[in-house]
């Protein structure tokens, strides 16, 4: 009987950063899955953060959250949304994990007393996480690591790619690399050298691409495929374009089949692979380019300027639109513009209004009046996280009669802390992985929208938030007519806020948008967008 082996795809990049490995790399994925290959997917970052919790939204876009409460980077979003494989924090490994971990060893006397060093310690711990889902269960392993080569952080992970493939044997792994074909408008030309001199970075260090993937603008000539093929030392087969998709990013999956590149990679390693099934993401494509109306609708947030930020937000909306057959246009306001006077104006004309999660106290009024103005003016409005909290705070103060109240996170001087620290989190110092974290199980009560919309009783959805709705408040604000459709049962913390008499209201102390994907759209979010468009289309 032939020992199973798992297989082994090493994605790096180069030229410049933001190509898009992680759409890519869970592309990949996502193709394999569809030929019945079982799959894992991880991302290697070379920064010093142990994880992506205490990172800024202008450097670094968005935090995305695991199950079991790992804050990772965004492109786990990526992979989760494209594939079926379970994610956990250990599917997202820094530098400064890797370090953490070894110091660790070193403390514990693991390595006898022998000086530790980057080889053989730090590349041999990173080596230890690149076969970590190794075993009869998964067939091929994805690997990506951030950056671009030549990146000084990256070297040691690098070098541990090198000796993993050298070890694991070439005929189990792949080194794929994506890079950039750029077109230069003035002189009507695609350039082929920045792709040669970032192969050349790799085999500078020992490492040899197997495949290229290169990122362009225009169509690559089958004469460039043979310079770039000749020049990087790759078969001419292995050379493929990823052209920029006109209308969806749901389109990478067939244009990269289209390219051949799942056969290739299948044939490179031998897989036992099925017949391709790319049905329904031709169906989603299909309802993106064909949509049956359009709907707008408003997203006010401080980071609306960085689509990173808000990026698993803007594609659950996205899917939700794909579930209601309708194109969703997205209008990002800057919610420090907006004030109880222009809100009417800056609002004027939109179908639906979403504030999502965020920390801090820059925008909260304008938020706070952009939910009022959803409130009075029967709009649908959908709160995550900290958009919840803001419309409790609204209701609070302009129908409970709490002209002062507020979240302890921004005042802690007012009379109706309605949004306030939970006991176990007043005495937190660090900020890093403190939070309340991952999935966590929510009551639905009966005969509310959160309810229908589900369409069970108990569900698990993702957290991250410090601050709670505060129970000392939970009687006055209910019997205003505040509705708790959701309720943590082992917490006895308010998970879901609504309003009757209004055709969507619905705040949420969660992030649904975790757990939405394009072929599975999350059931809040379409009925958020399915109430924006019935309002659309009485006006």
Partial sequence: MTKHVTKHIIITGGVVSSLGKGLTTACIGALLEARGLRI????FDPYINVDAGTMNPFQHGEVFVTVDGGETDLDLGHYERYVSAPFSRNNNITSGRIYRDVIAKERKGAYLGGCVQVVPHITNEIKANIRQWDGPEVDVVLSELGGTAGDIEGAAFLEAFRQFVYEHGRDN?????????????????LKTKPTQQSVGILRQIGIQPDMLVCRTEKPITQEMRDKIAMFCNVEKKHVFEERDVENTIYELP??????????????RLGLPAGSQNLGPWQEVVHTVTNPTGTVDVAVVGKYVELKDAYKSVYESIDHAGIANKVEVKIHRINAEELTDEN?????????????????????I????????????????????????QIAVIDFARNVAGMDDANSSEFSRETKHPVISLLKDQRDVKNMGGTMRLGAQPCKLIEGTIARAAYGTEMIQERHRHRYEFNNDFRGQLTERGLVISGVNP???????????????FVGVQFHPEFQSKPLKPHPLFTAWVKASVDRSRSQ
Avoid: W
């Fill in 40 to 43: 894992r997917i991880q991302k």
């Fill in 173 to 189: 792994c792949i080194f794929l690399h994506l890079t950039l074909v750029p077109y230069l408008r003035a002189s009507g030309e």
């Fill in 254 to 267: 067939q244009v990269l089949h289209d390219e051949g590149l799942d056969d290739a990679i299948i044939s």
């Fill in 343 to 363: 809100v009417g104006k800056r609002l004027r004309g939109m179908s639906g209004i979403l504030v999502p999660g965020g920390f801090g106290e820059r925008g």
């Fill in 365 to 388: 009024e304008g938020k706070i009046s952009a939910v009022r103005f959803a409130r009075e003016n029967k709009i649908p409005y959908y709160g995550l996280c900290l958009g919840m």
């Fill in 490 to 504: 082992e917490l006895d913390l308010v998970e879901i806020v609504e309003l009757k008499d209004h055709p969507f």
